[in-house]
């Protein structure tokens, strides 16, 4: 059974930065694409970034671009998501989340899910 477990969510300034951590266990994950979504309040659930295994290749939301930036760490079975000049806007519920194969930014092809963490950025 696929686990995956999200970390570094918390409280940031607008302007400022976080990294988020996704853990994964429970298989090996050569084929399969570690994605990030989140939810805000009210709001559906949106794609942020995902990542292949591999590392390659990379793809964000537009809203994002340029500001976030997610990274792998194959030795620790680990996906990040460093998250610099955060805006109010980006406050959400952060989750991590897996398929197997080719990226999509649907959620609803998601099959792996974390408990998600909170992000909140004040103005």
């Known amino acids: 059974q696929v686990q995956l477990v999200e970390s570094g969510g918390g409280l940031v300034q607008a302007g400022g930065s976080l990294r988020l951590s996704c853990a994964a266990s429970?298989?090996?994950?050569?084929?399969?694409?570690l994605g990030w979504f989140r939810q805000a309040p009210g709001k559906e659930r949106e794609f942020v970034a995902a990542?292949?295994?591999?590392?390659?290749?990379?793809y964000y939301a537009d809203s994002v671009k340029g500001r976030f930036t997610i990274s792998r760490d194959n030795a620790k079975n680990t996906v990040y998501l460093q998250m610099n000049s955060l805006k109010p806007e980006d406050t959400a519920i952060y989750y991590c989340?897996?398929?197997?194969?080719?990226?999509?930014?649907?959620?609803?092809?998601?099959?792996?899910w974390g408990q998600g963490t909170q992000v909140t950025v004040s103005s």
């Open positions: 989340a897996s398929r197997l194969s080719s990226a999509t930014s649907n959620y609803r092809d998601y099959i792996y």
């Open positions: 429970g298989r090996t994950f050569s084929n399969y694409v």
């Open positions: 990542i292949r295994w591999s590392g390659v290749p990379t």
